[in-house]
């Protein structure tokens, strides 16, 4: 599998580690930027890897950024991305199962090169269960096609 990388300066380093776990577990690990500890807005990076996971260009990515928040409000941005943010591996585990993310975030401020680790492989590990999660995955896709709409739910269902 292919997985787009980005950070921003904080999550530079975290991200080099990061990079060579995933080639450890077997997959293609390409590095959207930034490329140095130099100062790099976190905004680029989400963007760039969101466009790249959005294209099917890769089939998953990683972004580490401060808290791991801000890099991932960038990528949710690009339409087809469901960024999740994860500090522990049961979260990046479910988020793929359940909702379908299709790229991780963190912080490296937040978590060391070990959790970061565990996050990743459970996430790259992990399967979208689909059933009554597709329905739900859907629901939040189309939200951003509304725009200022409101919408009245079915209400709880499973």
Known sequence: MRVALGSDHVGYALKLEAMKYVESLGHDAVDFGCYSEAIADYPTYGERVGREVASGGCAAGVLICGTGVGISLAANRVEGVRAAVCSEAYTAEYSRR??????????????????????????????????????????????????GEHSIGSGDRE
């Open 98 to 147: 359940h909702n379908d993310a299709n790229v991780i975030a963190f912080g490296a401020r937040v978590v060391d090169a070990a959790t970061a680790r565990r996050i990743i492989g459970a996430f790259l590990s992990a399967s979208f269960e689909g059933g009554r999660h597709t329905r739900r995955v859907r629901m939040i896709g189309e939200i951003g096609k509304r725009g």
